[in-house]
């Protein structure tokens, strides 16, 4: 599939909640071979060197018709600072469409579930636009969307995921709206209630949701797939910066590494070695600035 | 100064001859920051480059260091990869013959834990058809055997090199490291052992830390700093190793532009690598090459030649004419 670089226009900047960002941008390049699941390089400043390297975004939401993507942009660093700051009209240098994207669920009959820890619901949402105008556009029941932030404050398009007809189980850290708890504790949950497992389970969130629900899935027979992220240079598979520790068929003392860029972003979490993953391979929680 | 002005609407040359290796222009990617090259054809013509420096390559398959490897630095990138790669067993089999579908000039980047591994590896490449010329990987800072370990030594330096010569008739480009006292020492050294071209630099051992979490960025501690940060140092590790040494000179750094090319062409390297920036802008060598393009037709050049080396350091610019408006630079002399 090929990739390009296109000069991306903005068109929309919304302050979605706190420090996030919905931006939309056209670009007609780009769309139309764009899967759920796969991402953009977006280069931040367009002139200067500083920050110096482009921010790899999951696409959120794809418009195909109009040659639109969406992107939610959380700000943890001075790059999605800057780009939280892009006003409409100006142009994103972007490439793409890069990596796996999900695979996509073929049957109606099978129950799928999502499981988005805050911003993971960036490409969880693509990937749920597609199952509803497609497999499960009959069946929206089939399909529940876990989806777990720390405070109510911080949901996206809560009144759009409403109006899908899907089971939508909300979750907070403090208790302020839905479940109290964690995300993976409101899937655990429910998967007790229900007495059944789901044919499919897709998840997007931090690394503690991301080790937990990969703790959870060990040694069940579900297919899942997870999005994840990791600091890379070119998203093209050549810096070989996105290294994440993963497990190989000769065992473990086997030193093995898979590249979110390329073998991913979407990645069976049951390939990767957890428990070598370190904190600071994702990053910081918050913006600081000092 | 001889230069051969360029005849109305006739292309400048940009041929440039590094000793025994002939490029078409003087553009070429470098090593680590362009794949195997095949990763960004979707965006640059390979046949199109002065040519293309692979990924290191080792004797046998190399996973590289663990995780995290890379840290953004103000104008900068700073790496541990520690050298992953693919051995050069799949290299020759699986991305050679690719990559000489594209039409690309091939320099293969050779690593080894020992003397022995280098001069292994340079005999396989050697009889395999398609490759233009070896660089020898001295002065990677991110591995704890072989790289810097040799580049930082004039002796171990010239018995990597030497040892490499006698198992190659290919053309031999050496990879300089700027983490040394005296890089022209260590130039001397590897050019009195066989080495037909110097390539420098290599990246700028380096550090990051969290302040937060009050941990080093990268899992290896340390790393190489490249990207725009790091250019100066490179342009002056150029200018002393082309005092140092008479055979041909690659320059590494930082080069974002096709000014910043120039500059290294200025100070006297024949050709130059073009790396971090490929991470920025896919299409960024091919940029950097027509922006010389250019350059030589604004400047009357006929051939890029006559403008490398020509560097005019006689010259002390009184305070007084730092006023001058260089909006209008003066003509090329």
Same mark, same amino acid.
């Given at each position: 599939?090929?990739?390009?670089?296109?000069?991306?226009?903005?068109?929309?900047?919304?302050?979605?909640?706190?420090?996030?960002?919905?931006?939309?941008?056209?670009?007609?390049?780009?769309?139309?071979?764009?899967?759920?699941?796969?991402?953009?390089?977006?280069?931040?400043?367009?002139?200067?060197?500083?920050?110096?390297?482009?921010?790899?975004?999951?696409?959120?939401?794809?418009?195909?018709?109009?040659?639109?993507?969406?992107?939610? %942009? /959380?700000?943890? &660093?001075?790059?999605?600072? *800057?780009? +939280?700051?892009? !006003?409409? =009209?100006?142009? #994103?240098?972007?490439?793409?469409?890069?990596?796996?994207?999900?695979?996509?669920?073929?049957?109606?009959?099978?129950?799928?579930?999502?499981?988005?820890?805050?911003?993971?619901?960036?490409?969880?949402?693509?990937?749920?636009?597609?199952?509803?105008?497609?497999?499960?556009?009959?069946?929206?029941?089939?399909?529940?969307?876990?989806?777990? %932030? /720390?405070?109510? &404050?911080?949901?996206?398009? *809560?009144? +759009?995921?409403? !109006?899908? =007809?899907?089971? #939508?189980?909300?979750?907070?850290?403090?208790?302020?709206?839905?479940?109290?708890?964690?995300?993976?504790?409101?899937?655990?949950?429910?998967?007790?209630?229900?007495?059944?497992?789901?044919?499919?389970?897709?998840?997007?969130?931090?690394?503690?949701?991301?080790?937990?629900?990969?703790?959870?899935?060990?040694?069940?027979?579900?297919?899942?797939?997870?999005?994840?992220?990791?600091?890379?240079?070119?998203?093209?598979?050549?810096?070989? =910066?996105?290294? #994440?520790?993963?497990?190989?068929?000769?065992?473990?003392?086997?030193?093995?590494?898979?590249?979110?860029?390329?073998?991913?972003?979407?990645?069976?979490?049951?390939?990767?070695?957890?428990?070598?993953?370190?904190?600071?391979?994702?990053?910081?929680?918050?913006?600081?600035?000092? | 100064?001889?230069?051969?002005?360029?005849?109305?609407?006739?292309?400048?040359?940009?041929?440039?001859?590094?000793?025994?290796?002939?490029?078409?222009?003087?553009?070429?990617?470098?090593?680590?920051?362009?794949?195997?090259?095949?990763?960004?054809?979707?965006?640059?013509?390979?046949?199109?480059?002065?040519?293309?420096?692979?990924?290191?390559?080792?004797?046998?398959?190399?996973?590289?260091?663990?995780?995290?490897?890379?840290?953004?630095?103000?104008?900068?990138?700073?790496?541990?990869?520690?050298?992953?790669?693919?051995?050069?067993?799949?290299?020759?089999?699986?991305?050679?013959?690719?990559?000489?579908?594209?039409?690309?000039?091939?320099?293969?980047?050779?690593?080894?834990?020992?003397?022995?591994?280098?001069?292994?590896?340079?005999?396989?490449?050697?009889?395999?058809?398609?490759?233009?010329?070896?660089?020898?990987?001295?002065?990677?800072?991110?591995?704890?055997?072989?790289?810097?370990?040799?580049?930082?030594?004039?002796?171990?330096?010239?018995?990597?090199?030497?040892?490499?010569?006698?198992?190659?008739?290919?053309?031999?480009?050496?990879?300089?490291?700027?983490?040394?006292?005296?890089?022209?020492?260590?130039?001397?050294?590897?050019?009195?052992?066989?080495?037909?071209?110097?390539?420098?630099?290599?990246?700028?051992?380096?550090?990051?830390?969290?302040?937060?979490?009050?941990?080093?960025?990268?899992?290896?501690?340390?790393?190489?700093?490249?990207?725009?940060?790091?250019?100066?140092?490179?342009?002056?590790?150029?200018?002393?190793?082309?005092?140092?040494?008479?055979?041909?000179?690659?320059?590494?750094?930082?080069?974002?532009?096709?000014?910043?090319?120039?500059?290294?062409?200025?100070?006297?390297?024949?050709?130059?690598?073009?790396?971090?920036?490929?991470?920025?802008?896919?299409?960024?060598?091919?940029?950097?090459?027509?922006?010389?393009?250019?350059?030589?037709?604004?400047?009357?050049?006929?051939?890029?030649?006559?403008?490398?080396?020509?560097?005019?350091?006689?010259?002390?610019?009184?305070?007084?004419?730092?006023?001058?408006?260089?909006?209008?630079?003066?003509?090329?002399?």
């Amino acid at each position: 599939m090929p990739r390009v670089q296109e000069k991306a226009k903005i068109l929309e900047n919304h302050k979605e909640a706190e420090g996030i960002y919905r931006l939309v941008l056209y670009a007609p390049r780009i769309v139309p071979t764009a899967r759920p699941g796969q991402f953009v390089m977006v280069r931040v400043a367009s002139e200067g060197s500083d920050p110096l390297l482009a921010r790899p975004f999951s696409f959120h939401r794809l418009h195909k018709e109009d040659g639109l993507f969406e992107l939610l %942009v /959380r700000v943890v &660093g001075r790059g999605t600072q *800057l780009l +939280s700051q892009s !006003r409409p =009209g100006s142009p #994103l240098q972007v490439v793409g469409p890069l990596g796996r994207g999900f695979t996509l669920p073929t049957s109606a009959q099978e129950t799928v579930f999502f499981v988005a820890g805050g911003i993971g619901i960036a490409p969880l949402q693509a990937l749920l636009d597609h199952v509803l105008t497609t497999t499960h556009k009959d069946h929206p029941e089939r399909v529940y969307l876990f989806y777990g %932030v /720390r405070t109510a &404050g911080e949901f996206i398009s *809560l009144n +759009s995921l409403k !109006r899908t =007809g899907i089971h #939508l189980v909300l979750s907070t850290d403090d208790g302020s709206t839905g479940q109290s708890g964690t995300v993976v504790e409101a899937v655990q949950q429910s998967v007790k209630d229900l007495s059944s497992m789901p044919e499919r389970l897709y998840a997007c969130g931090s690394l503690p949701m991301q080790v937990s629900l990969a703790r959870w899935v060990q040694g069940r027979n579900i297919f899942v797939e997870m999005s994840l992220e990791s600091m890379m240079a070119c998203g093209l598979g050549a810096c070989l =910066g996105c290294a #994440l520790p993963a497990v190989h068929a000769d065992g473990p003392e086997v030193e093995h590494y898979l590249h979110v860029c390329q073998d991913g972003p979407v990645l069976d979490p049951r390939r990767i070695r957890w428990d070598k993953v370190q904190p600071l391979m994702v990053r910081p929680q918050t913006y600081v600035s000092l | 100064m001889g230069q051969s002005p360029t005849p109305h609407g006739s292309a400048p040359d940009l041929r440039v001859s590094l000793g025994p290796l002939q490029l078409a222009n003087p553009v070429l990617t470098a090593s680590g920051t362009f794949g195997y090259g095949l990763e960004f054809s979707d965006f640059v013509d390979l046949s199109r480059l002065g040519g293309i420096v692979v990924k290191g390559l080792s004797l046998k398959p190399r996973p590289g260091n663990p995780p995290p490897r890379l840290a953004e630095t103000p104008c900068g990138l700073l790496n541990a990869i520690g050298l992953e790669n693919v051995g050069v067993e799949k290299f020759i089999e699986d991305k050679l013959p690719l990559l000489r579908q594209r039409g690309a000039l091939i320099i293969v980047n050779i690593l080894g834990n020992t003397v022995e591994e280098y001069a292994e590896l340079a005999a396989l490449l050697s009889g395999v058809p398609g490759i233009a010329a070896l660089e020898i990987n001295i002065s990677c800072p991110n591995v704890k055997k072989g790289g810097m370990v040799f580049g930082t030594d004039p002796h171990m330096a010239a018995q990597v090199v030497a040892a490499v010569r006698k198992r190659t008739h290919l053309p031999l480009i050496t990879k300089l490291s700027p983490n040394v006292t005296s890089i022209a020492d260590i130039a001397r050294a590897v050019v009195d052992a066989g080495s037909d071209i110097l390539s420098c630099i290599n990246t700028v051992s380096a550090m990051a830390v969290d302040p937060f979490s009050r941990r080093p960025k990268l899992a290896n501690i340390l790393g190489g700093l490249s990207g725009p940060a790091i250019k100066p140092i490179a342009l002056r590790c150029v200018y002393e190793t082309v005092q140092a040494v008479s055979c041909p000179v690659i320059g590494i750094g930082g080069i974002q532009t096709a000014l910043d090319a120039l500059e290294f062409l200025l100070v006297g390297a024949s050709a130059v690598q073009v790396g971090t920036a490929n991470f920025v802008h896919p299409r960024a060598s091919l940029d950097i090459l027509d922006g010389i393009e250019r350059f030589c037709r604004q400047q009357g050049l006929g051939a890029i030649t006559d403008y490398i080396g020509t560097l005019d350091t006689s010259c002390r610019f009184p305070l007084a004419d730092m006023s001058c408006d260089l909006s209008h630079p003066r003509p090329f002399p």
